[in-house]
């Protein structure tokens, strides 16, 4: 490992060296991010799993980069253009941009007209103007450099200036300077083209708008992309070119007065203009992209994570519905553990409107098999079952609530290799019904079957590069999955290839040995497992658990390898069993038993409750037993509804209408937001209040604070501005004042065609 790389990166994190090598070194011997999150906190000071990932990328970054120093030194040195400043500044760059930035200069060019020129001998000539002289014969000096290819003084005085042009181009240290200058003051212009056709106006706010480029929002910059793919727009950048021209020029003619000035001001000008500005715009809209899009994957990984981790519903018979119109409702039943007990079918919609006969069967199964919560998915009809569900509940008194679960990717779970193996005999919906009802008993065992994407917790996802956001989803779902662990004997093949230290071919392996043998009654048993050695053991042991085997420290979080000083600790402490919450561990029976803090505490967590479970700080399912409608509302009434996604401009809020209400980032709290997540998570269950209601498109704009909070925040915030204003009056005429967008209803019509939909 290299001692420097770890130092800076130690320093950059804010950790120790040590925890930096000690997290590299398990890393390299094979060990995995949960599992030395987990069981190697006492090595690593406690580091979490993002920590660890960071150390990792960081690491990796800084070996790439310093390996790629080395080579643009040696490519330099074999040039015989190396130079101490060269070297040292090589070496004191910290981005890769910056190193081939740096390296530009001496990359062999074929193709350019400076290369050309530079062929046919013309670099003296360059080099001459460059040096400023003061007197002398342009004419009589570039007579000189006559030849074949070139014919006449124009040409050789032409080619001398597209070498310089070139180099203004390659000077590292004005394109540094230019880039600053371009990101701190530019703004980024767009219009709208000609031929431009957008009949919904969803990109309308970008027909004519400038924003400064260090304030452009990440959702702004990836509809700009994506209206501009789609031929909508121009998107260019703004800045004042004169200003950065008169600095290019004064850093080569260092303030000598020379009789060349006209030249080589035309060959700085075309640099600059036809090379450098380009050039760095494209750097600049690059990056800029690429940041909006690590933006939107973090987004969508933290949505992930939070829908997830959402908390199951435990102990409870579900009924999935899956609604339809024409080709009616699918109904599963299931049991406590999501096994499946009874599929049917009613029709309680158009065309056929057996309202009568869906309702008994409906009242047969909750009967026959003690449902106690249905689960209604918000695809089409959905609004239409839920009203049906509710009037029965109503009605007929019943003990029974509902819910609305998000059947996103629920179809393409539902056609999948996957689905059809466990339910051969069934069809797609009638799989989708058992999918939505085990959403709602356990989200993470069932959303861990179906691609990320399919889910609908991003925004612009099908704009992101797809590489790098299947990297993040699945270290989102490692997290996840280890941090809940599973029980072995019950979890799917698709739940454990997400285990630590497992693989497809090694989850398959335990199912097929838990259906050959019989449940496993203990961890010792995972040795005879085809594929599972020593070292799959321990990276996995700890997070499949087994319930009512012979080893009672198998039930919980405790790793194998801390057995003996869980008994230890229990002897000391007199600890009979397992899941006693109120006993007791006294420092002075735990000192000696030469336990590392970090292993004793989580020892001690998982002894006094064996089967917490990580999901139950969070949210679970909103339950209601009535039906909402749009007529219903009224500005400020107060409802509670369920968190479906956050994006950069605000959160989707399901409160049981047709589509899900908008909270504004503006409308979420009384201070200034810096992004939606600082408020809320998918999932979360909050508390909203009616903003605006828009019957003729069913949409209604939500609010995180009561109006009247809302009301005087906007107040305190104008007469604030008020007093800005007149404080910063200026003089002279107003310029007219450009045509102002519905923000709010921009975004709606954006995320509605383009984004993720949030119809039910």
């Not at 499946?340 to 098999?369: Q, T």
């Amino acid at each position: 490992m290299n001692e420097k790389i770890i130092a800076g990166l130690a320093k950059k994190l804010k950790i120790a060296v040590s925890q930096v090598e000690n997290t590299l070194a398990l890393l390299e011997e094979g060990n995995t991010v949960p599992f030395i999150a987990r069981y190697r906190k006492e090595m690593t000071h406690g580091l979490d799993e993002e920590q660890i990932l960071e150390i990792d990328k960081q690491y990796k970054y800084e070996v790439k980069l310093a390996e790629r120093k080395e080579a643009v030194l040696k490519l330099i040195a074999e040039q015989g253009k190396l130079t101490e400043e060269i070297t040292n500044a090589v070496n004191a760059a910290e981005k890769l941009s910056q190193v081939e930035d740096l390296y530009r200069p001496y990359v062999q060019k074929k193709k350019t007209r400076a290369a050309t020129a530079i062929k046919n001998g013309l670099e003296p000539l360059a080099e001459y103007l460059l040096s400023c002289p003061q007197e002398g014969n342009l004419v009589e000096e570039a007579a000189k450099y006559l030849n074949e290819n070139v014919k006449n003084v124009n040409e050789a005085v032409q080619g001398a200036k597209d070498i310089i042009a070139e180099k203004v181009s390659d000077e590292a240290k004005l394109r540094w300077e230019f880039k600053k200058i371009m990101e701190d003051t530019g703004a980024l212009v767009t219009k709208l083209k000609k031929d431009a056709k957008d009949e919904k106006k969803v990109y309308e706010m970008y027909y004519d708008r400038s924003e400064k480029i260090k304030s452009l929002a990440d959702h702004r910059i990836m509809a700009i992309d994506r209206a501009e793919k789609e031929k909508v727009i121009t998107a260019s950048l703004s800045f004042n070119a004169e200003d950065l021209e008169e600095k290019a020029y004064r850093f080569y003619a260092k303030g000598a007065k020379t009789y060349v000035e006209e030249i080589l001001r035309d060959a700085v000008k075309d640099g600059c203009e036809r090379l450098l500005f380009p050039s760095i715009e494209r750097e600049i809209r690059s990056e800029l992209s690429e940041k909006a899009a690590a933006g939107s994957i973090e987004i969508f990984s933290m949505n992930l994570e939070k829908l997830l981790l959402q908390a199951p519903l435990k102990g409870r018979v579900v009924l999935g519905f899956d609604p339809a119109f024409r080709t009616g409702c699918k109904l599963a039943v299931l049991d406590e553990t999501g096994k499946m007990l009874h599929i049917d079918k009613i029709f309680p919609h158009e065309p056929k409107n057996d309202i009568e006969g869906s309702r008994k069967k409906m009242r047969e199964l909750i009967k026959k098999y003690g449902v106690k919560i249905i689960a209604i998915g918000n695809g089409t009809a959905s609004r239409e079952s839920e009203k049906f569900v509710a009037d029965l509940i109503h009605d007929d008194h019943l003990d029974v609530a509902y819910a609305i679960v998000s059947e996103a990717g629920a179809s393409v779970y539902s056609a999948s290799e996957n689905a059809r193996a466990e339910f051969p005999d069934l069809h797609v919906e009638e799989r989708s019904a058992v999918s939505i009802g085990r959403r709602l008993l356990d989200p993470l065992s069932e959303l861990i079957k179906i691609d990320p994407k399919s889910i609908g917790v991003g925004q612009y996802q099908h704009d992101l590069p797809e590489k790098q956001l299947n990297e993040r989803l699945d270290e989102a779902i490692m997290k996840c999955v280890n941090r809940v662990g599973c029980d072995v004997n019950t979890a799917s093949a698709e739940l454990l290839t997400h285990i630590s230290g497992l693989n497809a071919a090694s989850a398959k392996e335990i199912v097929a040995y838990r259906n050959a043998n019989g449940k496993f009654t203990n961890r010792e048993e995972f040795l005879k497992v085809k594929k599972l050695g020593a070292k799959t053991f321990q990276q996995c042991a700890g997070f499949l658990r087994i319930k009512d085997g012979n080893e009672p420290l198998d039930e919980t979080s405790i790793h194998p390898e801390s057995y003996d000083a869980a008994r230890k600790l229990m002897k000391a402490c007199g600890i009979e069993k397992l899941g006693q919450a109120d006993c007791e561990f006294p420092k002075e029976k735990t000192e000696s038993l030469g336990i590392d803090p970090y292993t004793l505490s989580d020892i001690e967590d998982a002894i006094k409750t064996p089967l917490r479970d990580y999901r139950e700080q969070f949210d679970g399912a909103l339950l209601k037993s009535d039906v909402l409608e749009i007529g219903d509302l009224h500005i400020g009434d107060a409802l509670s509804g369920t968190v479906r996604n956050v994006v950069d401009f605000g959160a989707f809020v399901d409160i049981g209408l047709h589509e899900d209400g908008l909270v504004h980032i503006t409308r979420m709290a009384a201070h200034r937001v810096s992004h939606p997540s600082e408020i809320v998570s998918v999932g979360d269950i909050v508390t909203v209040y009616v903003y605006d209601i828009d019957l003729a498109r069913e949409r209604v704009q939500l609010s995180l604070l009561p109006l009247d909070k809302l009301a005087e925040r906007d107040n305190q915030r104008k007469e604030f501005k008020s007093r800005k204003k007149e404080h910063n009056k200026p003089s002279g005429p107003r310029k007219p004042e450009k045509k102002k967008i519905d923000m709010d209803d921009a975004m709606s019509r954006l995320l509605a065609m383009y984004g993720n939909k949030h119809k039910k």
